[in-house]
Structure formats: structure tokens, C-alpha cells
T-cell receptor, first 113, second 113 residues
Framework: DAGVIQSPRHEVTEMGQEVTLRCKPI?????LFWYRQTMMRGLELLIY????????DSGMPEDRFSAKMPNASFSTLKIQPSEPRDSAVYFC???????????FGQGTRLTVV | GDSVTQMEGPVTLSEEAFLTINCTYTATGYPSLFWYVQYPGEGLQLLLKATKADDKGSNKGFEATYRKETTSFHLEKGSVQVSDSAVYFC????????????FGKGTRLHILP
């Protein structure tokens, strides 16, 4: 199993540009999570999906952030327009119905200049 | 709301020292509890877990016991190695199958040779 796959691994963009982060969960998993990690705030849950449906998006910071899961094997997190304070490592994780724990991808390090 | 609180780091120890990283949680009922580890530049990996009261999770010489009376899940290791240097996260998941996983802020551990 390839695990959770995120792309790109690194992204540098200018303020005001649109950024799209991608995630492929582990095959057969039905829950998907997006987290943001910063030194100041630690690991924050942004949104999670169950069976492709958003269950809790209360952690999404503002309307500039949006997430979609069009099918069971793909999810995107989009920031438009991006701002320097969005700079962080963004992690995607997935979980199967028989698992209690989540499995993490390698993360996308986003730098907005 | 439900939360996880763990001791702040960084924690610096000499090789072969005894390690304890404290973690307490608040939650309704008896959530599943986890310790994750994050090595530099990588995503989070599950280190160990416990799904019910009095369970002991163990892996790679690390242990943690689910204590419902003190709502704690402290991580211990009898003799740490330089390779254990990483950030450790305590986490909990609620009882509902759709419930999210919430993380503590993480504890950075440095082991000196």
C-alpha cells in the first residue's frame, strides 16, 4: 500500500495567488482529514469528510479556504487568495471503517511570499 | 469542548534516561487514545494506541496506559535512544464512528548522546 499521497510536497507562491493542495487517501478508507501545522498553533483540524461528505468544517479559518472530495480517492484543499499567514505544513490523513487511528501523508509545505 | 493537553517541550534527556511525557484529555465517555510521532520532515506516524480503559499500548519500547480515573495517557520509555528524538503528539478520538481525531500541541524530544 502506497499510503496517503499528497502533492505537491513543497509549494511557494506569491500573495494573492490561488493554491491547490491534493490528497489521495489509502484505498478503501472512508474518512479523510485535512490538518494544518504551524509552530504557533500546532496541529489544527481544518475539515474532515466521511464517505466523501464534509462532516465538520468548523476549523476552516475563513472563506478563502475551501475543500472538496469529488470521489473516494481524491480530495483538494484550495486557498484563494493566499496570504503570507497561510504559510504552514498541510497534512492529509485517512481512516478506514475498521481503524480507530488515522494514517497521515507526508504533508505539503506551503510558503506564501 | 473535548481537548487534549500534553506537557510542553522541549524535553532534553541523555541517552538511556527514563522518559515520561504527560497527557490528559477531556471527553464525553471513553475515547480511543493515541500517541503519534513525527520525525523531521515527515508526517505523523502512529506510535501506539489504547481503545478502552486500563488498556496498555506499547511499541518500540514505548508504553502508555489508559487511566480513566485520572483521564490520562502518559507516554513512557525506560531507556531512550538518540533515534527517539522527534515530536510526540497525544491524541483522542470520540466514540462516534464519524468523530474526529483531536491532537495535543506536541512535545519535542531531544536525546543527547
Amino acid at each position: 500500500d502506497a499510503g496517503v499521497i499528497q502533492s505537491p510536497r513543497h509549494e511557494v507562491t506569491e500573495m494573492g495567488q490561488e493554491v491547490t493542495l491534493r490528497c489521495k487517501p489509502i484505498s478503501g478508507h472512508n474518512s479523510l482529514f485535512w490538518y494544518r501545522q504551524t509552530m504557533m498553533r500546532g496541529l489544527e483540524l481544518l475539515i474532515y469528510f466521511n464517505n466523501n461528505v464534509p462532516i465538520d468544517d468548523s476549523g476552516m479559518p475563513e472563506d478563502r479556504f475551501s475543500a472538496k472530495m469529488p470521489n473516494a480517492s481524491f480530495s483538494t484543499l484550495k486557498i484563494q487568495p493566499s496570504e503570507p499567514r497561510d504559510s504552514a505544513v498541510y497534512f492529509c490523513a485517512s481512516r478506514g471503517q475498521v481503524n480507530t487511528e488515522a494514517f497521515f501523508g507526508q504533508g505539503t509545505r506551503l510558503t506564501v511570499v | 469542548g473535548d481537548s487534549v493537553t500534553q506537557m510542553e517541550g522541549p524535553v532534553t534527556l541523555s541517552e538511556e534516561a527514563f522518559l515520561t511525557i504527560n497527557c490528559t484529555y477531556t471527553a464525553t465517555g471513553y475515547p480511543s487514545l493515541f500517541w503519534y510521532v513525527q520525525y523531521p520532515g515527515e508526517g505523523l506516524q502512529l506510535l501506539l494506541k489504547a481503545t478502552k480503559a486500563d488498556d496498555k499500548g506499547s511499541n518500540k519500547g514505548f508504553e502508555a496506559t489508559y487511566r480513566k480515573e485520572t483521564t490520562s495517557f502518559h507516554l513512557e520509555k525506560g531507556s531512550v535512544q538518540v533515534s527517539d528524538s522527534a515530536v510526540y503528539f497525544c491524541a483522542r478520538r470520540g466514540l462516534n464512528r464519524d468523530d474526529k481525531i483531536i491532537f495535543g500541541k506536541g512535545t519535542r524530544l531531544h536525546i543527547l548522546p
